[in-house]
């Protein structure tokens, strides 16, 4: 079964960390790997996408990482800003037959940075 | 651009009754998805579509059924509602292979 884990499922740290996320998948034959955000009641926002033939991408203070082989990726954050309190959710794309494409969600870390 | 938009926002329904939500996108987007997302479940697909006039299956497909007669709509109908049903439904597009653009949600609670 294709499963996509998250650890720690909170993590509250003081503003100016650097911090780690984690997403684990037990499926490595992943198409491709998407890092988002949720902030309460709202939708999700992708922050970052890496291809499976990709190491990493880099967004501003974001970097995300991606290790087929061993089924992990990180999402980095740099010096962490109150405004980067928010869920972030891993979530692993599988192609199936017939171009369908099947994206399976981790649970999320909920993150909260004090100022 | 306004992306891809939900309606209704929020809405109350009694077990058994029906109703349809609404999702547009304006990117012309040819997959397009449902989600439900529940506390301790995350996001789980519902339906989905590679193109207009195609559905199907997600994983938890039952007790919906959806329709996308045209390119930038994907509706999700709920025949016969049900209290299992309250949640929150998402739902995104995307092109092959690429980022997912997801709505702001509609907010669903089943009496």
């Known amino acids: 079964k294709q499963e996509v884990t998250q650890i720690p499922a909170a993590l509250s740290v003081p503003e100016g960390e650097n911090l780690v996320l984690n997403c684990s998948f037990t499926d490595s034959a992943i198409y491709n790997l998407q890092w988002f955000r949720q902030d309460p009641g709202k939708g999700l926002t992708s922050l970052l996408l890496i291809q499976s033939s990709q190491r990493e991408q880099t967004s501003g203070r974001l970097n995300a990482s991606l290790d087929k082989s061993s089924g992990r990726s990180t999402l980095y954050i740099a010096a962490s800003q109150p405004g980067d309190s928010a869920t972030y959710l891993c979530a692993v794309r599988y192609l199936e037959i017939q171009g369908a494409q099947k994206l399976v969600f981790g649970q999320g870390t909920r993150l909260t940075i004090n100022p | 651009n306004a992306g891809v938009t939900q309606t209704p926002k929020f809405r109350v329904l009694k077990t058994g009754q029906s109703m349809t939500l609404l999702c547009a996108q304006d990117?012309?987007?040819?997959?397009m998805y449902w989600y439900r997302q529940d506390p301790g479940m995350g996001l789980r697909l519902i339906h989905y579509?590679?193109?207009?006039?195609?559905?199907a299956k997600g994983e938890v497909p039952d007790g919906y059924n959806v329709s996308r007669l045209k390119k930038q709509n994907f509706l999700l109908g709920l025949e016969s509602a049900a209290p299992s049903q309250t949640s929150v439904y998402f739902c995104a597009s995307s092109r092959l292979g690429s980022r997912e653009f997801f709505g702001p949600g509609t907010r669903l609670t089943v009496l």
């Open positions: 990117m012309n987007h040819e997959y």
């Open positions: 579509s590679v193109g207009e006039g195609t559905t």
